[in-house]
Each structure stands twice: as C-alpha cells, then as structure tokens.
C-alpha cells in the first residue's frame, strides 16, 4: 500500500526539518490505511473489541532531513506474520525515488480483558499474508 504525504510546519522542530519522532505519526496514518482497507480498522477494533494490536517494537533510519513542502512517498509492506504478531515495514521516498527514511513496526495481538498475547484470529492472520504476497 502506498501514499503521499507532504511535511507541514508542524511536523517540523526547530531546525526545521523533520521531528523524528513525526515519521512515526507518518507512518501510523498509512498502517491505520492499511488496516481499515483489510476490514480491521480501529473504529471495528473499539466496537467489536474481540483483539487489539498494540506496537511492542518500533525502529526508524533517517536517511535524509525532509523541511516544510517536502512531499515524500510512503510504502507499507507487510513483512513476517507470526503465530501471535505481524510485522510492517515502511520505505519513505521523495518523489526522486530516493530513499529518505524508513521504518519498522512489530504488533502482537492481545485480548483486551487481560491484555495477554493471544494468537492472530484467523481471518485476519489471512488478510494479513494475502497483503504480504501482494506487495506493491
């Protein structure tokens, strides 16, 4: 899954470039995207409240400072899907083709009463492996 995403004053800190901790805001748009096209957004996750999915581990490489006006491409991939938690992968690019930053999130599905890890629901352990043979 792809988009766009242009860097606004706010996303920016005091040098002007991009606040790291911005391209994890970036990123999360595009994975909660990413989750409502696949049936599982979180206004479903709320409602239902039958798993969530909370981020155990995240990491990010800035390869590039992006300033105010800097449009830049942002890809998802779904990387490895495990018993009880999935990996995204993110690449952002500006529209160059350059890689400019990039981003890793691992999730684990837990029961929202006791908050224990429990193992991918099915069908959702299902969309997440058909979106991972399908990359873009």
């Known amino acids: 899954m ?3 995403y242009t860097i606004k004053l706010h996303d920016t800190d005091a040098a002007g470039i991009l606040f790291f901790a911005h391209q994890f ?3 999360h748009d595009l994975y909660e995207k990413f989750l409502g096209s696949i049936g599982y ?3 479903e996750r709320f409602d239902h409240r039958d798993f969530f999915i909370p981020i155990v581990h995240a990491e990010a490489d ?9 449009t830049i491409e942002v890809a ?3 990387g490895r899907v495990g018993r009880t938690s ?6 952002l690019t500006d529209l160059d083709g350059t890689v400019v930053g990039s981003a890793i999130t691992v999730h684990v599905t837990t029961d929202p009463a006791t908050g ?3 193992d991918l629901p ?3 352990r299902t969309k997440l492996e058909q979106a991972a043979h399908s990359r873009d």
């Open 86 to 91: 999935f990996t995204l992968e993110f690449r």
């Open 41 to 43: 957004g979180f206004k």
């Open 62 to 70: 800035f390869n590039q400072p992006l300033t105010v006006g800097d």
């Open 76 to 78: 998802l991939s779904v």
């Open 2 to 4: 792809k988009d766009y």
């Open 122 to 124: 099915e069908s959702f």
């Open 25 to 27: 805001s970036i990123v």
């Open 116 to 118: 224990r890890k429990i």
